[in-house]
């Protein structure tokens, strides 16, 4: 696993916590597209222990002091966000405010080469435009603009991409396969309008993903042909050219879709994954989704003793909500990392990871939308949901960064890409998003971003969505 660029050590904080709840509805499903996610229904909880969500109440100040580059970057023309210079070469060169690891530069500029079609990044800071290269490249100038690595989605479910969210009332489930199958007097939640998994489907939800300012996921779309726009990370076939990344999605690992088992101790599950799965790549499970103790059973075994030992250091835990201290010790003992789906888990539990307890013991969390019938629409949905939570229920234990890279480098991390993607930095593939940062500090341009904010989505330096007059002049 490689350190994060410029390095930044985590900590771990050996203490044992209490598992932390959060509030019913923090960010439960939704009704309909305009639902916001700061809305909350009442709820029986005395003011005196609400905090003020207001926006003054958020924590703006960025932890890292910004390097200002001597080069101003000129006004765009009314009504655009950049202006574009055509250069004689296939190189480029984006100005802007630049999100680079530890470091944050204001008119500043990332410089790409011209190798396509996965172009990299060959200089980040505040000289790139002094580079040889540089002297004919096309220059992409936004004054607003926040350059930031392309954020990355560990887990959606492509296949059920044209999901509608799903009305429970106030049904909250113990373990995943009370909703799936309707078990333990709980209704089953539909699927509907479902139609089988397309190629038209997964493209369908693909867009939603990319017009969030997305470039890669691991969609499990299985058979599907999944190729032509997002790097889809866990299928070899379609990671668009981008080699030597093996993630290994498994939704059922203990080999229970079919056959269901409630189990509050032992293995006696029908089909466990073996461990040879772990021998290359990332191994990526659905585990202990649910907040019971049939749900914790799961990662217990999983723990193995002897045999069914999956949680190593390159696993990457979709869920992990049932969990106590203990677990999350053991779990960042093996150097394992977590894929949190808060959305999905409040709306369907009313409770989610344990996930200040997580980043205490060092554990990286990275952030996935799950699906839309009960998930986010895209990852910018899901990270105001992660915000959101840690305003109102954490306490502010994360920073704007922290929850920045959970998208971005953590996600790289999460799908054995972090040598390659998540980071503007020298190197690496210049899969870009940029933001319209007006009024806003870097990172919460990011995290308060709306689908309007998306300024251009590049994957591999090759443009696949923002404004058109950006699309057009590129």
């Given at each position: 696993m490689s350190?994060?660029?410029?390095?930044?050590?985590?900590?771990?904080?050996?203490a044992l916590l209490s598992l932390l709840f959060v509030v019913l509805a923090a960010c439960g499903g939704t009704t309909d597209d305009n639902f916001d996610p700061i809305d909350v229904p009442d709820v029986d909880i005395p003011d005196a222990d609400l905090p003020d969500v207001d926006d003054t109440d958020v924590n703006d100040e960025d932890p890292i002091e910004p390097v200002l580059c001597d080069d101003p970057i000129p006004a765009p023309p009314s009504g655009q966000r950049c202006t574009v210079t055509p250069g004689s070469s296939d190189y480029l060169l984006?100005?802007?405010?630049?999100?680079?690891?530890?470091?944050?530069?204001?008119?500043?500029?990332?410089?790409?080469?011209?190798?396509?079609?996965?172009?990299?990044?060959?200089?980040?800071?505040?000289d790139c435009a002094e580079e040889a290269a540089a002297v004919d490249a096309t220059i992409i100038e936004c004054a607003e603009g926040v350059i930031s690595p392309g954020l990355i989605n560990p887990h959606d479910h492509l296949t059920f991409a044209e999901g509608r969210p799903q009305l429970h009332g106030e049904d909250r489930f113990d373990h995943r396969h009370d909703w799936r199958r309707g078990m333990r007097g709980h209704d089953q939640i539909s699927t509907w309008p479902r139609t089988g998994g397309s190629r038209e489907v997964v493209l369908y939800g693909e867009l939603r993903m990319l017009f969030g300012g997305a470039t890669s996921i691991a969609g499990s779309?299985?058979?599907?042909?999944?190729?032509?726009?997002?790097?889809?990370?866990?299928?070899?076939?379609?990671?668009?050219?981008?080699?030597t990344i093996d993630v290994d999605y498994r939704t059922f690992p203990l080999g229970d879709g079919g056959n269901v088992v409630y189990?509050?101790?032992g293995c006696g599950?029908?089909?466990?994954?073996?461990?040879?799965?772990?021998?290359?790549?990332?191994?990526?499970?659905h585990i202990s989704e649910g907040i019971d103790l049939e749900a914790q059973n799961e990662m217990h075994c999983l723990f193995g003793n002897g045999t069914n030992n999956l949680i190593r250091e390159n696993t990457s835990i979709i869920h992990g909500i049932a969990v106590d201290a203990r677990d999350v010790a053991r779990i960042a003992d093996r150097g394992a990392n977590l894929v949190w789906s808060p959305r999905t888990n409040i709306d369907?539990?009313?409770?989610?990871?344990?996930?200040?307890?997580?980043?205490?013991?060092g554990v990286p969390i990275s952030l996935g939308t799950d699906w839309s019938t009960s998930g986010s629409m895209n990852m910018l949905r899901e990270l105001q949901c992660a915000d959101y939570l840690n305003r109102l229920h954490f306490n502010?234990?994360?920073?704007?960064?922290?929850?920045?890279?959970?998208?971005?480098?953590?996600?790289?991390?999460?799908?054995?890409?972090?040598?390659?993607?998540?980071?503007?930095?020298?190197?690496?593939?210049a899969d870009i998003t940029i933001f319209d940062g007006t009024g806003?500090?870097?990172?919460?341009?990011?995290?308060?971003?709306?689908?309007?904010?998306?300024?251009?989505v590049m994957r591999g330096g090759e443009p696949l969505y923002g404004d058109a007059e950006l699309i057009e002049a590129l």
């Open positions: 350190s994060w660029k410029p390095s930044v050590q985590s900590t771990a904080v050996v984006i100005r802007g405010t630049i999100l680079a690891g530890d470091e944050i530069y204001e008119e500043g500029g990332v410089l790409i080469d011209d190798q396509s079609p996965n172009r990299v990044i060959e200089c980040v800071g505040c779309t299985g058979f599907v042909n999944a190729s032509g726009l997002l790097r889809n990370l866990d299928n070899a076939m379609d990671t668009e050219g981008l080699q189990l509050q101790s599950y029908p089909n466990i994954d073996s461990e040879s799965r772990l021998e290359e790549g990332i191994y990526l499970p369907l539990y009313g409770n989610t990871a344990p996930v200040t307890l997580y980043h205490r013991f502010q234990t994360f920073t704007d960064q922290e929850i920045w890279k959970m998208a971005t480098y953590n996600a790289a991390i999460s799908m054995g890409a972090e040598h390659k993607l998540g980071l503007v930095y020298p190197g690496y593939v806003r500090y870097p990172y919460r341009a990011i995290i308060d971003a709306e689908i309007d904010d998306i300024t251009l």
